[in-house]
């Protein structure tokens, strides 16, 4: 029953995860470049929905909407002032960009809320079901976070494959010289992948913020980069794979901490990778790719 | 309203120090069906790079029905009906064969992001519209039947026939055609010259297209540009062409 409730609580930091990586996969899949500065539009969500709960008053949902709009905004932003720039650049440079960008905003968040963490009071704390005569206690936050996850997927790869739009992002991911003689507009195509990506990390800073209750400018450093680990392992490019690849780096996180050893446990995560890349460098839902002569 | 469906005047382009095309004159009159040839690396895709605006041209004017496109974009070049293939095929390979032809037809679709979000009748109404459309279109190249197939998984000459439905959904009044026969067998090819005059016809369009099999040029281009080391060699009729001893020593040697 123990290993259950761990199970359970590795799938919720799993979710977190997947819907980070969400973001991740997203843009490489249509910019495809890796954009660095994700996990911090987090810690930026973070903050904003800090001061909206403790600061102006906000009920709970209007803080998340206040927050998902901030970092959508800043997501449309980040890409029309740092990345469209370089659309024609070299990756490398691109990637440098990136990490540029993510020392920015942790600066600038530094500078604009100091560097003493702002504690986050529980936000929602609703009690728990029991199971199993009380043997499992399962937390309502816990069920939330996962249901979250769950319908983000579900309306994204509704939204990927059926709407217009969607059809559209599928086509510029496969070929965005071919998608403009088609009349797509690439470049909103772009713009409007940054903004799901960043409302989704929106949606991830506050599910976070719920089980790890600090907020600091370094916030999104590790979630970001255990996210990019699981949208790697999973496929990077791939919207199921963003989802398998967070649940499973989740689960593996919690048993390594519970029955290996807390200080290992990001060596395993990492380890868990470089196992996978060796033996199947796509990811595990990954597409091969063979390049056109 | 200009006579010429398109008209270039000098085009050119330079890659660094490397002249790729220079005075590239060509007209193309309503109707025409047109062959663009020359041996291998003539700059025969150049050209068709810069019309599409792939390529910004160094020097020269575009002009579409009388429209230049000097400033245009590769989105804008669409809007106003030039449509291409290419030589190695570039068709959304993991959508299905329809979807690949809905991207082009949405263009057409006049329902905005809201209606598909909240799936409004109108929706429904332009989606049941595009899809007869689509099917449409498929049946005129033969790949109705495959419709739900993902465009990857067809044989090679059904690719290349999607590849022309696909670029015809986004209505164009100019079809650009990269080597439509590269790879086909006889047959395939034989069948391909009557779907370019079954189109010319139906779709009311020029077609500018470049290809190497000569029994497709000759027997369905009605003019034909020679192009050779960037240059344009000679411009004429099948017969002109096939005869002049300049074109035969381009692509024989000397």
């Given amino acids: 029953m123990k290993f259950l409730s761990y199970l359970i609580s590795g799938i919720r930091l799993g979710s977190i995860y997947a819907i980070i990586a969400l973001g991740y996969t997203m843009v490489y899949g249509i910019a495809k470049m890796l954009n660095f500065a994700h996990g911090d539009v987090i810690m ?5 929905a800090f001061f909206a709960l403790y600061r102006a008053g906000f009920p709970l949902v209007a803080a998340l909407l206040a927050s998902v709009a901030v970092c959508t905004i800043l997501g449309i932003t980040i890409e029309k002032l740092a990345y469209k720039p370089l659309r024609s650049a070299t990756s490398l440079a691109v990637l440098i960009t990136a990490i540029g960008v993510s020392y920015f905003l942790q600066n600038a968040a530094l500078l604009l809320w100091g560097s003493t963490s702002k504690i986050f009071p529980t936000i929602l704390d609703y009690g728990f079901i029991e199971l199993f005569g009380g043997e499992l206690k399962i ?30 992002m599928r086509a510029c991911s496969e070929d965005k010289d071919a998608a403009r003689l088609m009349g797509i507009n690439v470049n909103s ?47 990077i490019g791939s919207i199921p794979g963003a989802f398998l690849g967070g649940l499973l780096l989740g689960i593996i996180e919690v048993i390594a901490k519970v029955y290996i050893s807390s200080e290992l446990t990001d060596a395993i995560v990492f380890s868990v990778l470089v196992l996978v890349l060796l033996f199947k460098p796509t990811g595990l839902l990954g597409r091969k790719t063979s390049e056109k002569v | 309203m200009s006579e010429y469906v398109l008209e270039t005047k000098n ?58 496109i000097g400033k245009m974009s590769t989105i804008e070049v669409n809007r106003i009906g030039i449509a291409r293939t290419f030589q190695n095929i570039r068709l959304f390979s993991d959508l299905s064969v329809e979807d690949n032809v809905k991207i082009g037809l949405h263009n057409s679709g006049s329902y905005s992001l809201a209606d598909s979000l909240f799936r409004t009748g109108k929706f429904h109404s332009e989606e049941k519209r595009l899809h007869e459309r689509a099917l449409e279109l498929l049946g005129i190249f033969r790949l109705e039947g495959f419709a739900e197939h993902k465009a990857g998984s067809l044989p090679y000459g059904a690719q290349r026939r999607l590849e022309i439905a696909r670029a015809l959904a986004t209505k164009p009044c100019l079809l650009l055609l990269d080597e439509p026969a590269a790879g086909m067998n006889p047959v395939e090819t034989q069948e391909l010259m009557d779907t370019i005059k079954q189109i010319r016809d139906r779709f009311d369009i020029s077609i500018l297209l470049i290809e190497h099999d000569m029994k497709l040029v000759m027997g369905v281009c009605e003019k034909i540009t020679v192009l050779n080391f960037g240059q344009v060699l000679m411009n004429g009729t099948p017969e002109e062409v096939q005869n002049d001893p300049e074109v035969i020593k381009a692509y024989l040697g000397d």
């Fill in chain 1, 44 to 48: 930026i969500g973070a903050y904003v």
């Fill in chain 1, 139 to 168: 937390s309502y936050q816990i069920l939330i976070t996962i249901a979250t996850c769950i319908v983000i997927m579900v309306c994204l790869t509704l939204f990927v494959n059926k709407t217009r739009m969607g059809k559209a």
């Fill in chain 2, 11 to 68: 085009l050119g382009i330079d890659f660094g120090g490397l002249t790729a095309v220079n005075n590239f004159n060509i007209r193309v009159e309503k109707g025409d069906i047109y062959g663009l040839i020359g041996p291998n690396g003539a700059g025969k895709t150049t050209v068709f790079n810069m019309l599409t605006k792939v390529y910004e041209p160094s020097r020269g004017t575009i002009l579409v029905n009388g429209t230049d």
């Fill in chain 1, 189 to 235: 195509v772009i713009s409007l992948t940054f903004a799901i990506g960043s409302g989704l990390a929106a949606v991830a800073s506050v599910l976070l913020c719920a089980t790890y209750p600090t907020v600091t400018p370094t916030l999104g450093s590790m979630p970001g980069i255990k996210a990019f680990t699981a949208a790697v392992l999973g496929g």
